[in-house]
């Protein structure tokens, strides 16, 4: 679907304020009859609106004159993150839920890296992809000790189970978690809208294992919890220094505005429920109609044309679909790549005296819980259903 940004301009501020608390909290999704990529869109938007709203505050503390408009924007996209979060269903536990935010994480990180025309910042993307792949091991092994479930039944068979770059070495001292930025004057308008896509994706990962960490009684559950929220902070640390910092807020702001829309339209172009589908039609209207009211203050504040920042035309979409051949692709020639400073070396590469090395031996000096629970855990599909005899 062609989608001229500057030409569509969706539903007006003005006329967004049709939300009620029946109409925001919708039926919820299916946790086992409905597709789980469906599952997967709901989640990957509700980052997207956390962090419109997160730094849509940021940006009012900073910005006295622009309080007012920054609150009426703010306030519609917290009762579209309402009616998005809501639609996930009650009967999926925490853990269930934790399967299917690393099954977001994988999906979509790899389609952004197949996305990203940009060398350094797709293998950016890549480094983490295989991070998050083994933390779906690890808590696949710790919903088999909990919850005796198999992983599957919240992949749907979509995406693999097995070890990626190990837990206990992703811990990286403050330094070589971050990257170089993108250019804001030569990057390409898509690589701007996936270092905000997956920037997104990774804070609200980040935000869930923090708070529901503390909710479990296991001891190791608890550990495992704290041991990969730590890995998302590392991962928020990367992504988000992948943006130019020289960028005005206005600028972020017109960014962000347009991600919404991109990502909106790669639900809406996907969707195969129709009653999900609708909401991605309405939301899409209603960031049409965010994105002209912020290139309105751009082109009035700052006397510029957005076309400076922003496509005619939305670029190429993220594909929801299964990526296992491409992740086992880059497990196989990057699962040994590690971070020095900036950059991604073979680890046989990282200096001995590298500031992570003793990092990571603090950390694991008591052990590593990532280990621990996956110790002797092999996934077999089914498990939930049968189990061998020892």
């Known amino acids: 679907m062609a989608l001229d940004i500057m030409k569509e301009k969706g539903i007006p501020l003005d006329r967004q304020e049709d939300?009620?608390?029946?109409?925001?909290?919708?039926?919820?999704?299916?946790?086992?009859?409905?597709?789980?990529?469906?599952?997967?869109?709901?989640?990957?938007?509700?980052?997207?609106?956390?962090?419109?709203?997160?730094?849509?505050?940021?940006?009012?503390?900073?910005?006295?004159?622009?309080?007012?408009?920054?609150?009426?924007?703010?306030?519609?996209?917290?009762?579209?993150?309402?009616t998005v979060n809501w639609l996930l269903p009650a009967d999926q536990s925490p853990l269930e839920t934790t399967i299917a935010y690393e099954q977001v994480a994988i999906e979509v990180t790899s389609s952004l890296a197949l996305l990203e025309p940009d060398p350094y910042m797709a293998q950016i993307l890549r480094f983490g992809l295989l991070e998050d792949f083994d933390h779906l091991y690890r808590?696949?092994?710790?919903?088999?000790?909990?919850?005796?479930?198999?992983?599957?039944?919240?992949?749907?068979?979509?995406?693999?189970?097995?070890?990626?770059?190990?837990?206990?070495?992703?811990?990286?001292?403050?330094?070589?978690?971050?990257?170089?930025?993108?250019?804001?004057?030569?990057?390409?308008?898509?690589?701007?809208?996936i270092a905000l896509t997956i920037l997104a994706g990774e804070q609200q990962t980040q935000n869930y294992y923090q708070n529901i960490g503390p909710l479990f009684s296991d001891p190791v559950a608890r550990q495992l919890y704290a041991e990969i929220g730590h890995i998302e902070e590392q991962h928020v640390t990367q992504y988000e220094s992948m943006a130019d910092p020289d960028e005005t807020w206005l600028e972020k702001w017109l960014l962000h505005e347009a991600t919404e829309v991109w990502n909106y339209l790669a639900c809406l172009e996907q969707e195969t429920d129709s009653r999900i589908k609708a909401i991605w039609?309405?939301?899409?209207?209603?960031?049409?109609?965010?994105?002209?009211?912020?290139?309105?203050?751009?082109?009035?504040?700052?006397?510029?044309?957005?076309?400076?920042?922003?496509?005619?035309?939305?670029?190429?979409?993220?594909?929801?679909?299964?990526?296992?051949?491409?992740?086992?692709?880059?497990l196989r020639s990057e699962v040994d790549m590690r971070a020095v400073g900036t950059q991604f070396v073979p680890a046989s590469e990282v200096p001995s005296d590298s500031p992570t090395l003793a990092y990571q031996a603090q950390l694991?000096?008591?052990g590593s819980p990532s280990q621990i629970v996956a110790a002797g855990y092999r996934y077999t599909p089914g498990t939930e259903l049968t189990k061998k005899a020892a």
């Open 281 to 330: 039609d309405k939301f899409l209207a209603y960031e049409l109609g965010h994105l002209h009211f912020v290139m309105d203050l751009f082109q009035r504040i700052e006397n510029r044309d957005p076309h400076e920042i922003l496509p005619a035309t939305l670029p190429e979409r993220i594909k929801y679909m299964s990526h296992r051949d491409y992740v086992r692709e880059v």
């Open 19 to 82: 939300f009620t608390w029946k109409n925001m909290v919708r039926e919820p999704i299916s946790k086992l009859n409905d597709d789980a990529f469906t599952r997967l869109r709901i989640i990957l938007m509700n980052g997207i609106e956390m962090e419109a709203n997160r730094f849509q505050h940021a940006f009012a503390r900073m910005n006295r004159d622009l309080r007012g408009a920054l609150a009426r924007v703010r306030r519609i996209e917290a009762h579209q993150q309402v």
């Open 364 to 366: 694991n000096s008591d």
């Open 139 to 193: 808590y696949s092994a710790l919903l088999d000790r909990l919850e005796g479930k198999d992983a599957n039944a919240i992949l749907q068979s979509y995406t693999d189970v097995l070890p990626g770059r190990p837990t206990v070495v992703e811990h990286r001292h403050p330094l070589d978690d971050v990257r170089q930025s993108y250019d804001k004057y030569k990057a390409a308008p898509i690589t701007k809208l």
